[in-house]
Every structure is written in C-alpha cells, then in structure tokens.
C-alpha cells in the first residue's frame, strides 16, 4: 500500500529557532500533500494545501510566514516552522494523496517540543 | 470554522458491547470517509462512502452515508479490545478533506 515517510518523528527546539519536516511518499506520486496540526486529544486541523510546483494554499489563520511550505517535486513537501515559539509545540502530521478524490495516507507525525 | 460535527466527543463501553459515532454536515459532502487513530499513531484510512444512502461494511464495522450526503455513522458491532482509538470521520468539502473532532473509543474487557 502507500506509503508516507515524515522525518523527523521527534524535535525539540530552543524558541527563536527553526525547524523543518520532511513529508515524502515512498511510493506514488503526490499531487497534493496536505499539513495538518493535532493538539492532544483534538481532531486535525488542516494547515495548508500543498501543490507540486505552486504555492501553498493556507487556511485561515494560519500565518504563511511562520510556516513555510515548499512542494519541490512530486514525491517531497517540507514544513519550516520559523522563530518557533512555545505555543508552536504541537503534534505535525502530513499527508498525501495520489490523485484528486483518492483517500488520505497520512506520515507518522513529528512532535514538536519548543522550549 | 468546524463544518462537520462528530458525535459523542468519548465512549467507553464494555467488551461486546456495540458502537456507534455520527458526523453531520451543514453542507453537502462530496464524499466522507472514516479513519482510525491509535493511541500515539496516525490516522489511518478505513473506507470511503460516495453515493446517496450507501452502505458498506467490513467484517464488524458498518458505515451509513446519508440519503443528502450530510451525514454519516461508523457502528462497530460487538466491541472488541483491538478497537480502542479515535475515529474520524473526513467530509470532502470542495478540494478538501474536513475533519470531524473524533470519537475516542474505549473498551473496557
């Protein structure tokens, strides 16, 4: 089946700092990848919409600046969060779908700690 | 803003005991599908509904797709202990996957 690799799985950063999260799919192509955030015991929420070649689509209120999102190929789409803050802290999960309509195959997540 | 509801927010039932989560929609959906998320995992794809009224199970899970397409339901037959994880449902609202907020499922055995 489809597989979603996202790197890394952990993080911890000093505030101030940046960090970036890989979403790759192993083995399809990923026209769209899509970035959610997780708060604990909380549903998904979507962040932004990633297409290869494009630019991202945000939801709102989420700060494009802070979160910065490239989609460089079919098969890669990274998150930067920048100058992390504590309240960044959060669970970070991606995912990808092959073509339009298809079902979600979702990375394993990468939790992010901001001290 | 929140666009499709999930309901009951937490079950905790006993082992054998059936189950039932709902998601409701203001807007009509394209399609809705369920996931599954284990403690500390990621959510994983169960099934989605497409047409008006459709009905489709696997093994113990049934899943219902409204006649309008704005609502749906996961039950799970006869509880087991391997079912414990939050479900979601995931209504395709235009070029977008929209989630509900979850069901949290416990089983006590």
């Known amino acids: 089946g489809a597989v979603v690799s996202q790197h890394p799985s952990w993080v911890i950063c000093k505030s101030g700092t940046s960090v970036k999260i890989e979403c790759r799919s192993l083995?399809?192509?990923?026209?769209?990848m899509f970035w959610y955030r997780q708060f604990p015991k909380q549903s998904l929420m979507l962040m932004a919409t990633?297409?290869?070649?494009?630019?991202?689509?945000?939801e709102q209120g989420v700060e494009k600046d802070k979160f910065l999102i490239n989609h460089a190929s079919l098969t890669l789409s990274t998150l930067t969060v920048t100058s992390a803050h504590p309240e960044d802290s959060s669970f970070y999960i991606c995912?990808?779908?092959?073509?339009?309509?298809?079902?979600?195959?979702f990375g394993n997540g990468t939790r992010l700690t901001v001290t | 803003g929140q666009q499709v509801m999930q309901i009951p927010q937490y079950q905790h039932v006993q082992e054998g005991e059936d189950f039932t989560t709902y998601c409701n929609s203001s807007?009509?959906?394209?399609?809705i599908q369920w996931y599954k998320q284990r403690p500390g995992g990621h959510p994983v794809f169960l099934i989605q509904?497409?047409?008006?009224?459709e009905v489709k199970k696997q093994k113990r899970l049934t899943f219902q797709f409204g006649e309008a397409k704005k609502n749906s339901s996961l039950h799970i037959t006869a509880t087991q202990t391997t079912d414990v994880g939050t479900y979601f449902c995931?209504?395709?609202?235009?070029?977008?996957?929209?989630f509900g907020a979850g069901t949290i499922l416990r089983v006590k055995s």
């Open positions: 995912s990808a779908r092959d073509f339009d309509r298809a079902p979600l195959h």
């Open positions: 083995d399809f192509q990923a026209t769209t």
């Open positions: 990633s297409n290869e070649g494009s630019k991202a689509t945000y």
């Open positions: 807007t009509t959906l394209s399609n």
């Open positions: 509904l497409v047409k008006s009224g």
């Open positions: 995931a209504g395709r609202l235009y070029y977008k996957l929209v």
